[in-house]
């Protein structure tokens, strides 16, 4: 399996600016993650997909940013319009069914990241 | 509030066996407790998961006392390629939980 892709790795935009960030799952993991890392709050959860339903978007920092999976294999997150303190990078990391997720018994495959800068 | 505590960095020399401890006082019974590793510009990749006792693998073992109130990670002679932000992460990382992983651990291995 290739692990989680994420496109594009890099992209670099202006104020006001949409954003569409992707992601491919592991093939057959049915939870996925959006996170953002930045050096002031580290690596914090937007939103939690379960079987192509968010579960938790409590994380989501204002309407400006909106995160949908159409089907168990792609999802995107959108921030529009961008500001400059959208600059992080974004992961998004997917996980199995094979334990009791609720105990955290199941392991997160985390994707390459996009770096976003908003100038 | 966050679940797990630990320090922010540390430093160790190459050979070195390096020990980070988590402490998670507030551990839930059917929690489970996971370690990850991330390099720069990498994202968090899977080192080791224990519920109670100790567990070793290929990349280093993970040592849980019988109150689970915290969880020591032990690096056998770490190389310079050891160096990464290391993160305890306890139970599902979502709801509560959500900044599970915060800022981690960072271990630099010197020379």
């Known amino acids: 399996d290739a692990g989680v892709i994420q496109s594009p790795r890099h992209e670099v935009t202006e104020m006001g600016q949409e954003v569409t960030l992707r992601c491919k799952p592991i093939s057959g993991h049915n939870s996925l993650f959006w996170y953002r890392q930045t050096m002031m709050r580290g690596l914090e959860l937007l939103i939690y997909?379960?079987?192509?339903?968010?579960?938790?978007d409590s994380g989501m920092p204002e309407d400006r940013f909106s995160a949908k999976m159409p089907n168990a294999s792609f999802s995107t997150l959108k921030i529009q319009p961008s500001e400059p303190r959208d600059s992080a990078v974004y992961f998004c990391a997917s996980s199995g069914t094979g334990g009791s997720f609720r105990s955290g018994a199941n392991v997160l495959t985390f994707g390459a990241g996009s770096r976003l800068t908003v100038l | 509030l966050a679940k797990t505590t630990q320090p922010i960095s540390m430093d160790s020399y190459e050979g070195q066996e390096v020990n980070i401890t988590c402490s998670h006082n507030?551990?839930?019974?059917?929690?489970?407790i996971t370690w990850y590793q991330q390099f720069p510009s990498q994202g968090p990749r899977f080192i080791i998961q224990?519920?109670?006792t100790k567990v070793t693998n290929e990349v280093a073992s993970l040592f849980i006392p019988a109150d689970r109130k915290s969880s020591t990670l032990s690096l056998p002679r770490v190389s310079l390629s050891d160096t990464a932000v290391y993160y305890c992460l306890v139970g599902a990382p979502y709801g509560n939980n959500r900044l599970a992983f915060g800022k981690g651990n960072q271990v630099v291995v010197i020379p």
């Open positions: 507030n551990i839930a019974t059917n929690d489970y």
């Open positions: 224990g519920y109670k």
């Open positions: 997909f379960n079987n192509n339903v968010p579960i938790d």
